[in-house]
């Protein structure tokens, strides 16, 4: 039995596909441009291309994120903080605490031992607690995206920069620049503001081990640093922590199957 998860974010579409609600027998990424639907129904139709099936073959469809009521073709649509406890969850069983940073918010959740979403709380408004501002700096700083995180871990004295406003976090960073302060310490100083304002949220949910990073920054070293220091916590991180979303929504496409199959059994 397969069933999909796609998780429909603000920056990028990913999608996962689950056999028997334990393996996953693919995943596949890509950046929306814009096209958050184009870009999904390409992605979907790659990755059933690439396994050799078709629509039908899929016994069950559940999307999540910031676009999942876009994609017409689903057949349940399901919170993302429900779909990132679920998929951390899968990736760490013993998770307690969820950290998700994502395009345009960070997510803090805690989690009983099935998995099941306490409490929550994310950022508003504002994007200088998410990945947004880090893709921001790395135009400023003219540093590629993927180089951010191994130039914050040179840092000797990272700096402190505004972790309540986008707009005054960007002219600290110029200012830092003109004042020809050393890069590495100013990139860490991105990072550390975003955990502060993270860990400002884990608090508040009831940080306490283990504690699960999801979403883009799962590959940036810089970030995890920057969190473990903050919240005097080793983060688990796995590089599958990007599509935890999608993970968790294929997870609880099947469960959900599962129980509508037993109601029609009864």
């Known amino acids: 039995m397969i069933t999909c998860g796609i998780d429909i974010g603000a920056g990028s579409v990913k999608t996962v596909l689950l056999e028997d609600g334990e393996k996953i027998i693919a995943q596949g990424m890509r950046k929306t441009q814009g096209k958050p639907l184009e870009s999904t129904k390409e992605l979907f139709q790659s990755l059933l291309k690439e396994l050799g099936l078709k629509r039908s073959d899929i016994s069950y469809l559940t999307t999540t994120g910031f676009g999942r009521y876009l994609f017409p073709d689903r057949d349940l649509q399901l919170s993302d903080i429900t779909t990132s406890a679920s998929g951390a969850k899968f990736l760490f069983p013993k998770t307690s ?124 070293p810089g970030m995890i640093e920057a969190l473990r220091m903050k919240t005097g916590l080793e983060l688990n991180v796995s590089p599958m922590g990007h599509y935890a979303s999608a993970i968790g929504s294929a997870m609880l496409g099947f469960k959900r199957l599962k129980m509508l199959e037993a109601r029609k059994m009864a």
């Open 97 to 220: 605490t969820v950290v998700d940073i994502g395009t345009q918010s960070t997510r803090a959740i805690s989690i009983d031992e099935n998995g099941k979403v306490k409490k929550f709380k994310f950022t508003e408004k504002c994007a200088a607690g998410a990945g947004r501002f880090v893709e921001r700096c790395s135009k400023y700083l003219q540093i590629p995206l993927e180089e951010l995180g191994t130039v914050a871990m040179e840092a000797k004295e990272p700096l402190t920069i505004s972790s309540v406003c986008a707009v005054l976090a960007e002219t600290e960073i110029i200012n830092y620049i003109t004042l020809e302060k050393e890069i590495s310490d100013i990139v860490m100083g991105v990072f550390l503001s975003i955990a502060t304002r993270a860990t400002t949220l884990l608090r508040r949910v009831g940080l306490k081990p283990e504690l699960t990073l999801t979403g883009g920054l799962v590959y940036n």
